[in-house]
Structure formats: structure tokens, C-alpha cells
């Protein structure tokens, strides 16, 4: 049997700036880091040599690549020669919450396949394809970031040029800033799901009829450089005012990002101590991330969301 595993991330600055019909023309750049919270697939000869099983939310057991339903399993699949194996499927965390977890998938799925192959091919290859597979295979309206977060791991920069090349960066800082970085960051469930795609569509549409939605991605690269900058001198604590600076031009990019429950959860963090925060992914649910910079904001914030799932907050650097 053969495991693999790619982490999940959270995108800090330059969300949307990874869609191609913008890096294209501008070129785009995003921070991220992946976190302890994985999802993890396993490989093994199935019982049947010429069958293809595969366990996910559901059960497939196939002949052929052709019958498979699950829309990236398939696509992957169609790239390999392989049969008569048996694939499971498993999350910390659960689909349509913000944290790239198809693109998470896609990155695990590969390097499952290339292994169980004895193929070694680099790690970004690896996100490289993942993203012709969910990009240009499937149709959909994401962007490289999740592809290439899940690959690399850790605290990145990634600059999205528009010839496509993708231009990887790692973001140096002292032990304990990274230290205060975990401790600082809280991460809370909403319980609304979301649909990315349709969020996406609409986001990607808005800003090819609109400029000033284009002058709004322009302003969230800057905003990640700027976030950059300040990483780089050990100044965490601008994590605020940038998450801050940034959630309010993304919520103008597309009218489902945020709805009432939403904001008036994103106040609520304020209030209760939070220099700034985000809803993580394409918005419209999932995972509200704060940056929290003081003990006594902590406690006042989870007495606050009590009745909202924390996600412990760790930062992950193994890809």
C-alpha cells in the first residue's frame, strides 16, 4: 500500500490575482501558507486485476478510466495507464470550506499515481499539471495558487507570471515569528459550504467587463508584496491591517463573497480584539480566518465564537 498526503492552505494576500485572465496581462502574486490539516490517499492492488475501485463520499468500482464519475479521478486516470487498483480517500477537514481542498485532492491524487508508476517527476510538475487538469481539462474558473501551495508547502510567495511560469518564493523569518504567526492566527467554521466555481465565474466575468474591478486585483498584489515586505522585516502583527485592507476589496469583486451572517460574524471578531481577518477561499462560507495580536483577544474572541468549530492553527512546511 502506498500513502500520500498534500496539505491544506490559507491564502493571506493576492486571492483572484491567479486567474489567468489577469496574470496574463498583469501578472499576479499571492501569500499563503499550508497548515496541519491534510488530505490523505491510498493506493493497493484491488482483487479484481482489471477493475478500478475508488472510495470517496461514494463508491465506484469501474472497468475503464471512461466510467469513472468522480470528474477529477477520471481526468487524472486518463493521463495514466493504470488498472486494477484501489483508491481511498480521506480529510482533516471537509470539501467547500476555503481551504483549496480540490486542488489539494488533484496534488495527492498525482503523486499517488506517479508513485505507484515508480515515476519521479518534480514537485512542480506536479502542480503544474494539477492545474491543466482542473484549469484547462475541466473547464474551471480557479486559479494556480491552491495547486501550488499544496505542492510546495509552507509560507510562500508565489508570482504568477503571464507567460504562466509560476515563480516560487519562501518566506524567511525568525523562529519566533513564525511562532507568533500559529499563535496569533485563529481560524473559525462559519458552517456554510460554498460553491467556488459559480463564485469564481462570477469574480473572473466581473472583472473582464468592469476596470475598477481589475484595479481592485491590482491593489490585492500589491497588498501581498507589501504583506511580503513586512514578513520579511519579522512584522507579523501587519497581518491585520492587511487581512483587513483585503477582505474589504475582495467582498466587491462578486456579490455572493459575503452575506449578513457573514459580516456581522467578521464584526463580531473585530470587536471582540481582531486587527483584521478574512473569509478564506472564494468566499460565500467556510472558514473565517482572524489575526489576533494580544492574550486577553484570544479569550475574548473564542468565548465569543463558542458555538463556532475552531480549527487549530499550525503551520505546515512538508508539501
Known sequence: MIISR???RVSFAGGGTDIPSFYEKHGGCVLSTTIKKYVYLTIHPAFNRDDISLKYSKTE???NYQEIEHKIFHEAFRRFNISGVEIASMADVTAGTGLGSSSTFTVALL???YTYENRYVSTYHIAKEACEIEIEDLGNPI???DQFAAAFGGLRFYEFMPNGFVKIEPIVMKKESYKKLEENCLMFYTGLKHDASKILKEQKDNVE???????????MCDLARELKTHFEQNDVDFLGECLSKGWQLKKQMASSISQNVIDELYELGINNGATGGKLLGAGGGGFLLFYVPTKEGKEKIRKAFKDYKELP???????
Open 313 to 319: 492553527f499550525e503551520l505546515d512546511n512538508s508539501g
Open 6 to 8: 498534500a496539505p491544506f
Open 61 to 63: 468500482n469501474v472497468h
Open 143 to 145: 486559479g494556480k495558487q
Open 111 to 113: 503523486k499517488l499515481l
Open 209 to 219: 467587463r468592469d476596470n475598477k474591478k481589475e484595479e481592485m486585483l491590482l491593489k
